[in-house]
Protein backbone atom coordinates (compact mmCIF):
# COMPACT_ATOMS: atom_id res chain seq x y z
CA UNK A 1 0.00 0.00 0.00
CA UNK A 2 1.30 3.65 -1.26
CA UNK A 3 2.05 6.43 1.73
CA UNK A 4 -0.79 8.40 0.52
CA UNK A 5 -3.50 5.21 0.83
CA UNK A 6 -2.33 4.65 4.40
CA UNK A 7 -2.37 8.40 5.06
CA UNK A 8 -6.20 8.26 3.64
CA UNK A 9 -6.59 4.97 5.92
CA UNK A 10 -5.69 6.66 9.00
CA UNK A 11 -7.86 9.46 8.38
CA UNK A 12 -11.15 7.39 7.80
CA UNK A 13 -10.18 5.21 10.71
CA UNK A 14 -9.03 8.00 12.97
CA UNK A 15 -11.31 10.23 12.43
CA UNK A 16 -14.33 9.61 10.00
CA UNK A 17 -15.20 6.39 11.59
CA UNK A 18 -15.51 7.88 15.31
CA UNK A 19 -17.62 11.10 14.49
CA UNK A 20 -19.75 8.31 12.63
CA UNK A 21 -20.28 5.98 15.40
CA UNK A 22 -20.94 8.87 17.56
CA UNK A 23 -24.27 9.77 15.76
CA UNK A 24 -25.13 5.78 15.80
CA UNK A 25 -24.61 5.96 19.46
CA UNK A 26 -27.29 9.31 19.66
CA UNK A 27 -29.63 8.28 17.27
CA UNK A 28 -29.84 5.07 19.96
CA UNK A 29 -30.15 7.16 23.01
CA UNK A 30 -26.51 6.58 24.28
CA UNK A 31 -25.65 9.29 26.72
CA UNK A 32 -23.34 12.35 25.48
CA UNK A 33 -20.56 10.71 27.49
CA UNK A 34 -20.96 7.12 26.47
CA UNK A 35 -21.14 8.15 23.06
CA UNK A 36 -17.96 10.34 23.25
CA UNK A 37 -16.07 7.72 25.46
CA UNK A 38 -16.66 4.52 23.23
CA UNK A 39 -16.19 6.55 19.71
CA UNK A 40 -13.19 8.39 21.13
CA UNK A 41 -11.37 4.48 21.82
CA UNK A 42 -11.97 4.09 18.17
CA UNK A 43 -8.94 5.54 16.49
CA UNK A 44 -6.41 3.86 19.24
CA UNK A 45 -6.56 0.49 17.23
CA UNK A 46 -4.81 1.92 14.37
CA UNK A 47 -2.02 2.61 16.81
CA UNK A 48 -2.18 -0.78 18.27
CA UNK A 49 -1.83 -2.61 14.93
CA UNK A 50 0.99 -0.37 13.88
CA UNK A 51 3.08 -1.36 16.77
CA UNK A 52 2.25 -4.97 16.66
CA UNK A 53 3.17 -4.48 13.15
CA UNK A 54 6.28 -1.98 13.83
CA UNK A 55 7.33 -3.51 16.86
CA UNK A 56 9.79 -0.48 17.87
CA UNK A 57 8.31 3.01 17.09
CA UNK A 58 10.45 5.94 15.62
CA UNK A 59 9.91 9.34 16.58
CA UNK A 60 6.77 9.48 14.62
CA UNK A 61 5.48 6.84 15.73
CA UNK A 62 6.11 7.98 19.05
CA UNK A 63 4.28 11.00 18.32
CA UNK A 64 1.24 9.05 17.17
CA UNK A 65 1.11 6.81 20.09
CA UNK A 66 1.57 9.13 22.78
CA UNK A 67 -1.33 11.46 21.56
CA UNK A 68 -3.53 8.51 21.10
CA UNK A 69 -2.58 7.00 24.27
CA UNK A 70 -3.19 10.60 25.92
CA UNK A 71 -6.65 10.98 24.14
CA UNK A 72 -8.00 7.05 25.35
CA UNK A 73 -6.99 8.00 28.74
CA UNK A 74 -8.61 11.00 28.86
CA UNK A 75 -11.59 9.50 27.82
CA UNK A 76 -11.41 6.64 30.29
CA UNK A 77 -10.85 9.01 33.65
CA UNK A 78 -12.69 12.60 32.82
CA UNK A 79 -16.85 12.13 33.29
CA UNK A 80 -17.42 15.97 32.37
CA UNK A 81 -19.58 15.87 28.78
CA UNK A 82 -17.65 19.75 27.47
CA UNK A 83 -14.24 18.49 29.04
CA UNK A 84 -14.18 15.22 26.34
CA UNK A 85 -15.56 17.37 24.02
CA UNK A 86 -12.73 19.67 23.98
CA UNK A 87 -10.49 16.62 24.44
CA UNK A 88 -9.33 17.11 20.74
CA UNK A 89 -8.83 20.72 21.55
CA UNK A 90 -6.38 19.90 24.36
CA UNK A 91 -4.61 17.51 22.56
CA UNK A 92 -4.22 19.69 19.16
CA UNK A 93 -2.33 21.74 21.77
CA UNK A 94 -0.23 19.08 22.90
CA UNK A 95 0.41 18.30 19.72
CA UNK A 96 1.70 21.85 19.13
CA UNK A 97 3.76 22.42 21.64
CA UNK A 98 5.54 19.04 20.88
CA UNK A 99 6.02 20.43 17.10
CA UNK A 100 7.53 23.83 18.63
CA UNK A 101 9.61 22.18 20.75
CA UNK A 102 10.91 19.26 18.54
CA UNK A 103 12.43 22.28 16.53
CA UNK A 104 15.53 22.04 18.72
CA UNK A 105 15.52 18.41 18.35
CA UNK A 106 17.75 16.20 16.25
CA UNK A 107 15.17 16.35 13.33
CA UNK A 108 11.61 18.10 14.07
CA UNK A 109 8.20 16.69 13.24
CA UNK A 110 7.44 18.48 10.11
CA UNK A 111 10.38 16.82 8.77
CA UNK A 112 9.61 13.58 9.96
CA UNK A 113 5.42 13.62 9.17
CA UNK A 114 6.46 15.24 5.55
CA UNK A 115 9.79 12.64 4.37
CA UNK A 116 7.02 9.49 4.91
CA UNK A 117 4.88 11.23 2.07
CA UNK A 118 7.59 12.89 -0.34
CA UNK A 119 10.96 11.43 0.23
CA UNK A 120 11.78 9.93 -3.16
CA UNK A 121 9.80 12.20 -5.11
CA UNK A 122 11.56 15.57 -4.66
CA UNK A 123 14.95 16.77 -3.99
CA UNK A 124 17.97 16.38 -6.31
CA UNK A 125 19.00 13.73 -8.75
CA UNK A 126 21.81 11.21 -6.77
CA UNK A 127 25.07 11.94 -7.74
CA UNK A 128 23.24 13.92 -11.52
CA UNK A 129 22.85 10.07 -12.93
CA UNK A 130 18.72 9.90 -12.77
CA UNK A 131 19.18 6.96 -10.33
CA UNK A 132 16.61 8.26 -8.10
CA UNK A 133 16.23 10.92 -5.43
CA UNK A 134 18.71 11.76 -3.16
CA UNK A 135 18.19 10.45 0.76
CA UNK A 136 16.78 12.83 2.86
CA UNK A 137 18.99 11.60 5.49
CA UNK A 138 21.66 13.25 3.18
CA UNK A 139 19.93 16.25 2.12
CA UNK A 140 19.65 16.51 6.01
CA UNK A 141 23.29 16.42 7.26
CA UNK A 142 24.57 18.13 4.09
CA UNK A 143 22.99 21.00 3.55
CA UNK A 144 22.10 23.50 6.10
CA UNK A 145 19.35 25.34 4.27
CA UNK A 146 17.16 22.24 4.19
CA UNK A 147 16.99 21.96 7.99
CA UNK A 148 16.36 25.46 8.36
CA UNK A 149 13.29 24.95 6.13
CA UNK A 150 12.22 22.46 8.10
CA UNK A 151 12.60 23.94 11.05
CA UNK A 152 10.67 27.16 9.93
CA UNK A 153 8.24 24.56 8.82
CA UNK A 154 7.61 23.31 12.16
CA UNK A 155 7.53 26.26 14.07
CA UNK A 156 4.33 27.51 10.87
CA UNK A 157 3.11 23.74 12.05
CA UNK A 158 3.34 24.28 15.75
CA UNK A 159 1.24 27.65 15.54
CA UNK A 160 -1.40 26.87 13.46
CA UNK A 161 -2.01 23.26 15.60
CA UNK A 162 -2.37 25.92 18.72
CA UNK A 163 -4.62 27.92 17.01
CA UNK A 164 -7.10 25.16 15.66
CA UNK A 165 -6.83 23.68 19.73
CA UNK A 166 -8.21 27.07 20.67
CA UNK A 167 -11.02 26.66 18.32
CA UNK A 168 -11.70 23.76 19.30
CA UNK A 169 -12.10 23.87 22.84
CA UNK A 170 -14.16 27.38 22.24
CA UNK A 171 -16.50 25.49 20.34
CA UNK A 172 -16.93 22.64 22.80
CA UNK A 173 -17.75 25.05 25.37
CA UNK A 174 -20.17 27.28 23.44
CA UNK A 175 -21.95 25.15 21.25
CA UNK A 176 -24.74 22.54 21.85
CA UNK A 177 -22.93 18.87 22.22
CA UNK A 178 -24.53 16.90 19.42
CA UNK A 179 -22.95 19.44 16.90
CA UNK A 180 -19.81 19.54 18.21
CA UNK A 181 -18.05 16.31 17.01
CA UNK A 182 -19.41 17.34 13.11
CA UNK A 183 -18.16 20.48 13.13
CA UNK A 184 -14.88 18.86 14.38
CA UNK A 185 -14.89 16.64 11.70
CA UNK A 186 -15.13 19.17 9.15
CA UNK A 187 -12.62 21.98 11.02
CA UNK A 188 -9.92 18.76 10.58
CA UNK A 189 -10.67 19.27 6.59
CA UNK A 190 -10.43 23.10 6.69
CA UNK A 191 -7.83 22.78 8.87
CA UNK A 192 -5.56 20.64 6.64
CA UNK A 193 -6.49 22.57 3.33
CA UNK A 194 -5.45 25.93 4.88
CA UNK A 195 -2.03 24.30 6.28
CA UNK A 196 -1.23 23.17 2.92
CA UNK A 197 -1.98 26.25 1.39
CA UNK A 198 0.13 28.06 4.08
CA UNK A 199 3.08 25.52 3.87
CA UNK A 200 3.06 25.59 0.06
CA UNK A 201 3.42 29.21 -0.34
CA UNK A 202 6.26 28.80 1.74
CA UNK A 203 7.87 25.57 0.46
CA UNK A 204 7.81 26.66 -2.93
CA UNK A 205 10.04 29.87 -2.92
CA UNK A 206 12.89 28.03 -1.07
CA UNK A 207 13.31 25.52 -3.89
CA UNK A 208 12.67 22.25 -2.04
CA UNK A 209 10.54 21.18 -5.18
CA UNK A 210 13.13 22.12 -7.72
CA UNK A 211 16.16 19.83 -8.35
CA UNK A 212 18.28 22.83 -10.04
CA UNK A 213 17.27 25.19 -7.05
CA UNK A 214 20.30 26.39 -5.75
CA UNK A 215 19.42 25.24 -2.35
CA UNK A 216 21.12 22.26 -3.45
CA UNK A 217 24.71 23.22 -5.01
CA UNK A 218 26.35 22.87 -1.75
CA UNK A 219 25.83 18.82 -2.81
CA UNK A 220 27.88 19.45 -6.15
CA UNK A 221 30.57 21.40 -4.63
CA UNK A 222 31.51 19.00 -1.46
CA UNK A 223 32.38 15.66 -1.87
CA UNK A 224 30.28 12.69 -1.60
Known sequence: MSPRAKALLLVLV????????YYVLRAMDVSYHSALLIS???????????????RRPDGLGLFMTAMMV?????????????????????????SGLWFLASVRGRQPLAFAFTRFVLE??????????GSGRESWDVLWERLPAFRRIWRVATVIWGIGLLTDAAVRVTMAYTLPPDVVPGLGGLQYGVF?????????CYLVP???????????????????
Open 14 to 21: DMALPIGL
Open 40 to 54: SLLPGLSVVASLVRR
Open 70 to 94: GSAAVSLLVHDPRFLLAKDGWITAI
Open 120 to 129: GRIGPLKDGD
Open 192 to 200: MVLMQVVMV
Open 206 to 224: TGLYNRWSPLYLPLKETPA
